[in-house]
């Protein structure tokens, strides 16, 4: 049975209380939480067509979708483990200091047994609390990852999400014969001022990296930002805002490589099907691929 690393790092600590709290009277004031800008820039295309049964109605849509984004990102805490997979680690399999695996596999004896499990942890614990030094095999290394998100204590969000949609086909309206249409749908959106629950559609973001490994994985949710738009043409519906995407919840790139020593990190992804543009309540829907460039610059 795997043991949460929290779990275990709280059981040593129930051990170890008057230790911890000697120590954290003595700590120092925490120093200010690392910050970053995160630029982002989506570009995505798709075109979506459907024939009626009577062979002559059809509608289709082609979709141009781009959102420029930038976010002010920070790091709340050190981790000994990434929030996103990257080089292969992730929560579940992330390296565990001597000390704390010892006490894992204790632990683990138990099957749950509460009193078990602090017998056991006690018993590590006074074990090594009689060698010097011992409790430093405690200590995760929480240099190696770094895990930063979007920082929500202040606008987190500025940029322009951008829709250029352009729909044609064949209609039939009874009694009158049938006859071509064609119809454009645009809009803009500037994050600047918005209120909150619009930026918090686009303020999920998340970056995990590897120091030491000098990889980067990252990951952009909920896309499903309003963005106002009008209708010319020979348009038949009455949209006043559109989402700039619909469908799949989440853009992922793992492990793209990054020069450790250098402050601004970058790289690209491409996504196939990563979500749909629909017109008319789904009567039309335009499957999307695109990229996905993201810069990183620390400090």
């Known amino acids: 049975m795997y043991i949460r690393f929290h779990k275990l790092a709280a059981l040593a600590l129930a051990c170890l209380i008057p230790t911890a709290a000697s120590a954290q009277s003595s700590r120092r004031p925490a120093a200010p939480a690392p910050t970053g800008r995160l630029f982002i820039t989506?570009?995505?295309?798709?075109?979506?067509?459907?024939?009626?049964?009577?062979?002559?109605?059809?509608?289709?849509?082609?979709?141009d979708r781009k959102?420029?984004?930038?976010?002010?990102?920070?790091?709340?805490?050190?981790?000994?483990?990434?929030?996103?997979?990257?080089?292969?680690?992730?929560?579940?399999?992330a390296p565990m200091p001597e000390g704390m695996a010892a006490l894992k596999n204790a632990v683990e004896t138990c099957k749950g047994d509460q009193a078990c499990e602090r017998q056991a942890a006690t018993a590590i614990m006074q074990k090594m609390m009689a060698s010097p030094g011992g409790l430093g095999a405690m200590q995760p290394d929480d240099a190696r990852f770094q895990n930063w998100v979007a920082d929500r204590r202040i606008p987190c969000a500025t940029g322009v999400a951008m829709v250029a949609d352009e729909g044609d086909g064949m209609n039939i309206s009874q009694p009158a014969p049938a006859k071509p249409y064609k119809f454009q749908r645009t809009g803009k959106l500037d994050l600047s001022g918005q209120p909150t629950g619009v930026l918090d559609k686009a303020c999920q973001a998340e970056i995990s990296v590897d120091l030491q490994k000098g990889l980067l994985s990252l990951r952009l949710n909920g896309l499903n930002i309003p963005v106002p738009v009008q209708m010319s043409?020979?348009?038949?519906?009455?949209?006043?805002?559109?989402?700039f995407l619909e469908g799949r919840g989440k853009f992922e790139l793992f492990d793209q490589p990054i020069k450790v020593d250098e402050a601004t990190w970058s790289g690209q992804g491409r996504f196939e099907n990563v979500g749909s543009v629909s017109h008319n309540s789904g009567q039309t829907v335009a499957p999307m691929t695109g990229t996905l460039t993201w810069r990183f610059v620390r400090g």
């Open 67 to 93: 959102l420029e984004l930038e976010l002010a990102m920070y790091m709340p805490t050190k981790s000994p483990a990434p929030m996103i997979k990257v080089g292969g680690i992730d929560q579940s399999n």
């Open 233 to 243: 043409g020979q348009a038949y519906t009455k949209e006043t805002s559109v989402p």
């Open 42 to 63: 989506v570009d995505l295309k798709g075109s979506g067509r459907k024939d009626l049964s009577n062979k002559v109605e059809w509608y289709r849509l082609t979709a």
